[in-house]
């Protein structure tokens, strides 16, 4: 937005700043000139025309701003405030004189004293084909940025939602392997939605909170008088997720022991409650996922191998966020839109400044730690972004 210094008289002043608390968060494009068709004021809507950045930086003629020309117009129908009193408001016909600038009406501002030093302009709406995207919409996602509630224009996530949508179609196990906050419950939701068991429950287990003894509880159930503090029986999360889809997240953190349970239950399709004697059929599919590679800790012999192959019949892989660092744009603007609707304010953008050290940023915790930076941050400080490298 283009802000001239305020003028010296003080009604003048006065209304040049109402015009700049009114205007600035417009969609219409407005400006003041004044008498010598100098662009004193101008919110950020009218220079989105295709305007350069250095534009911006002189106090730039009307005509050189908005008709693109280096000379002045042959006729404008806007003098008409300026040399004749009376006129309270001059109009431009879509074909008229002001089409070049796109001006529609043009209003008079008076001095202290009664004398016409500047006007205010409003133009045409510009046709979104024709004017400069604003930050939103650089960053907006397209139709095919999006996958359920996975978002990214890189060639690794574009490769990452076409396996996704053949994964879907199946009833296969899959092992999902990404760094931490990369969103492997947000993938395995995706799969999920996607599939035929959309409309029955997703449960998700976090194998690595939670120890063996009470993991085994949770997942298969268990009969009253199994343990110290059994008093009923208990239905488990396989049950509770018959025909849609279990998720096991952190398998890797899982001991031998229950390894060997889980592929029992893999192999026959079935689980048998913890102190019960009769086994139940399960229809859930498992999705299970780690940030550790579990190849390698089967080759060191922490995992159990034919559970892996179980597992890992579909494999898939979440990028880490410095391999998709073209992405960050659009994961920036839509965790801003998000946080403005939650908030109820306006959709605000972020500089290039600030985007380009946010695309420079570490972020070691991926695309978790770029929303919860987002969430924390009050404002936009690219130097605080910057200290993260």
Known sequence: MFNAPLPSDPIIAARLEAI???AGGLSERVAVMDRAFNVVYANETAWTAGQSKATHQHRAKCYEAFAHRTDPCEACPATKVFEAPEVQCVSCSAGG???????QQAFPLADQNGTVESM???????????????????FAPAEDDRLGDLLG??????????????VAESSATVLIHGESGTGKELLARTIHALSSRRDRPFVVVDCGS???TLLES?????VKGAFTGAVANKRGLFEEAEGGTIFLDEIADTRPVFQAKLLRVLQ????????GTRSIKIHARVISASNKDLAELVKAKTFREDLYYRLAVLPLYI????ERREDIPLLVQSFVTASCARHHQAVRSVDEKTMRALCEAAWHGNVRELQHYNRASRRDDSRSVARMR
Not at 153 to 166: G, H, I, V
Not at 218 to 222: A, D, R, T, W, Y
Not at 268 to 275: D, L, R, S, T
Not at 319 to 322: C, F, G, K, M, S
């Open 97 to 103: 004189a002001g089409a070049a600038c796109g001006m």
């Open 268 to 275: 026959e399709g079935e689980i048998k409650p913890v102190g």
């Open 218 to 222: 949770e997942l298969f159930g268990h």
């Open 120 to 138: 205010l302009v409003l133009f045409k709406p510009v046709p979104k084909s024709l004017r400069r995207a604003t930050p939103q919409e650089s």
């Open 153 to 166: 224009r890189s060639p690794a996530m574009r490769q990452l939602f076409d396996m996704t949508r053949l």
């Open 20 to 22: 700049r608390q009114l």
């Open 210 to 212: 939670l120890p063996e």
């Open 319 to 322: 990028p880490a966020l410095r």
